[in-house]
């Protein structure tokens, strides 16, 4: 069992940044696949940025491209999410998650799910 928990989260005016982090504690943290998943009110659950375990290969939304970097830290245990130039449609709970491999990182493939944090970005 793998249980992540995401810090970070908060309010901040559109254009500025933030960073995410996610600790993950309980069985081998590597090897997995981690990142994260948004949801804004009244919308689906959306993939946003993955990993690797080695790092070497990362997946980024259209959306994000550009403004929001992902890396992790195998020796914490630590997957982080800095994001730049913030718009008020990044409002939304962020969700670390982990997965198998990257190629898995979507909604079925999910294994652990953290409980979210919020980041809400005002105009």
């Known amino acids: 069992q793998v249980q992540l928990v995401e810090s970070g989260g908060g309010l901040v005016q559109a254009g500025g940044s933030l960073r995410l982090s996610c600790a993950a504690s309980?069985?081998?943290?590597?090897?997995?696949?981690m990142g994260w998943f948004r949801q804004a009110p009244g919308k689906e659950r959306e993939r946003v940025v993955a990993i690797t375990w080695s790092g070497g290969s990362t997946y980024y939304a259209d959306s994000v491209k550009g403004r929001f970097t992902i890396s992790r830290d195998n020796a914490k245990n630590t997957v982080y999410l800095q994001m730049t130039s913030l718009k008020p449609e990044d409002t939304a709970v962020y969700y670390c998650?982990?997965?198998?491999?990257?190629?898995?990182?979507?909604?079925?493939?999910?294994?652990?799910w953290g409980k979210g944090t919020l980041v809400t970005v005002s105009s």
């Open positions: 998650a982990a997965s198998v491999g990257i190629a898995s990182f979507d909604h079925h493939g999910i294994l652990y």
């Open positions: 309980g069985r081998t943290f590597s090897s997995v696949a």
